[in-house]
């Protein structure tokens, strides 16, 4: 029994001895830290006070480069950098300033890519941006703020390369992005996507019925451009036309509903609605015969009738008119 009691006191003493001796030598390593980080604060002062105020300087989360030797967890050892008074391109220093770097984007993203793996992040490497080479650097900020996680700023950083897209969005009728309602991120995925010009839903009808409901059906009677693709008849970013139609009415319905001129109820409603004329007929659009455009062409032209143009419900909506 006194043996039992002396291990037990013994083992005791080793215990707090190694937890005294742990408890030491990580007061130890907090203080080198925290003296490094000192040293590049030293320097960059405007930097730190940005990055105090982001996601990296956030205490609770170890991934932080706070929790993992602060500055140095992005840009590897900066010994060399410190004793050669702070020249950037000193031997084992990461740099990502494109005029002093000597790192690759696919490098320079790898770093990031270290700490950052959420879901969000798995089609990049199948992804525009990676194909082209973009860093991470290239629409992010540590430094300073942020202007993609911004919605009243991330446009501004996509027109920089999107030059196309800019113009687009600033005719009369899109998406209400300059209003700062929506931005890009709300259809695209910028680190990659499973659609088409990097959506974030296999299909683009997906993509606008997130937000258009109403269109998706299924329906009574469809229309079948709308079940199919919107863009055939919409465009995804801007146009001049009356709810962002590629082309005005009745030229756009004509792409697919040519009209025939044959005899009977077709041509009657060719030469009525839309301004046709048949030789040997008699015009009961526009007055006089023969001259003008018919009334049924102006304002919304087949949509005066066919008004239901994504589809209906109602039994005698064959013609979308109900």
Known sequence: MKFYKISVWLLLAISCQWLVASESTTDEMDAQVQMRAEICIGCHLEQHKVMTQGAHWVSGDSRTPLNLKECSTCHGETEEHVLSAGKALQLGLKSYTPKNTKMTPPEQNAVCQACHKESALLHWETSGHASADVGCVGCHRMHEEDRVLAKRTQPGVCYECHVDVRLQDN?????????????????????GGPGDAELKTFAVNDTCFACHAEHRGPFLWEHTPVSDNCVLCHTAHGSIHAGMLNRRAPQLCQTCHEPTGGAGTQTRHSRLALSYRHPDGVDIGPSPPGIGISRLVLGESCMNCHSKVHGTNHPAGAKLMR
């Open 171 to 191: 005719k009369p009728y899109g998406h209400p992005i300059r209003q700062q309602k929506m931005t890009c991120t709300d259809c695209h995925g910028p680190h």
